[in-house]
């Protein structure tokens, strides 16, 4: 059983950057890839970017590569995203999820957090 608690989302304008956690618990932190996936109103939830259970191999959506970075700090059970020039096409509940391989799939998630939202302003 894992937990996963997302914070730090809000509201931002065009251009700016915002930073996303997730608190983790219940399991060894370490043991999981760990990938972040975003759902926009009316929209499927899709997937974002994912970071290996180690830290050095990570994968994102074309979407968002070269403005987003993923990271985690395992001391800490600590997932992150940083987001930098923020589109309205940003905008959506973000959640962090926990897998027991390296996935792009959500169906390959076996926990998720209860999401945070992101809203960018034109």
């Known amino acids: 059983q894992v937990q996963l608690v997302e914070s730090g989302g809000g509201l931002v304008q065009a251009g700016g950057s915002l930073r996303l956690s997730c608190a983790a618990s219940?399991?060894?932190?370490?043991?999981?890839?760990m990938g972040w996936f975003r759902q926009a109103p009316g929209k499927e939830r899709e997937f974002v970017s994912v970071i290996s259970r180690g830290g050095p191999t990570t994968r994102y959506a074309d979407s968002v590569k070269g403005r987003f970075t993923i990271s985690r700090d395992n001391a800490k059970n600590t997932l992150y995203l940083q987001m930098n020039s923020l589109k309205s096409e940003d905008t959506a509940v973000y959640y962090c999820a926990a897998s027991a391989v390296f996935a792009s799939v959500a169906a390959q998630y076996d926990y998720w957090g209860q999401g945070t939202q992101v809203t960018v302003s034109s």
């Open positions: 219940g399991r060894t932190f370490s043991s999981y890839a």
